[in-house]
């Protein structure tokens, strides 16, 4: 309910009130109700002051989120290569090497650089493989087939990846066993 002056005329009173504090045993409290026409201030708090006050916890609560953010950041990189095997690691290198390429045929695969394109699908294809490479596991399985469907992919992107997949292959029988 907003508080209003008695002694106030008829005409229309613009009434600013801040938030409304509730204090056991007081009830609300509304700090720095001020009138449109007078400027007068009715309130128990120095404006000034409960503005410094909330913004201090607003400060705490943020850097408190910040923090938070952080240390659960931190713990969940550590059971991640503890017991998910670097699926979230995985996952975060693949989305960013996948909008690199996005972004870098977006940037670079127009007309005006034509005779640069066989550059791009060199640096598509050596970003893919390292990616294939740092992931290891299923992704090396995955690369293999890349590179058998080769005819749907560009010449010059197979033939500068599969010297690197077919290097991924190759290990002794004591490594196997």
């Not at 990846?161 to 196997?176: D, K, M, V, Y």
Request: hydrophobic fraction near 40%; include cysteine; proline fraction near 3%.
């Amino acid at each position: 309910m907003l508080w209003k002056p008695t002694s106030a005329p008829r005409i229309a009173v613009q009434i600013r009130l801040h938030k409304p504090i509730w204090k056991p045993g007081i009830g609300f409290r509304n700090y720095a109700a001020t009138t449109g026409n007078s400027g007068q201030t009715h309130g128990t708090v120095d404006t000034a002051k409960t503005v410094r006050v909330l913004r201090a916890k607003e400060h705490r609560l943020r850097n408190s989120i910040l923090f938070g953010f952080a240390a659960a950041t931190v713990v969940s990189y550590y059971l991640d290569g503890k017991y998910n095997g670097r699926a979230i690691r995985r996952t975060l290198r693949t989305a960013w090497v996948g909008a690199l390429l996005a972004a870098d045929y977006k940037w670079n695969f127009t007309p005006e650089k034509a005779e640069q394109i066989e550059d791009l699908h060199k640096r598509v294809a050596k970003r893919v493989l390292d990616l294939i490479r740092s992931n290891g596991g299923l992704y090396i399985k995955l690369g293999i087939c890349w590179m058998r469907g080769s005819k749907l992919i560009v010449r010059t992107s197979v033939s500068y990846a599969s010297c690197g997949i077919t290097a991924c292959l190759w290990r002794s029988l004591f490594h196997i066993v």
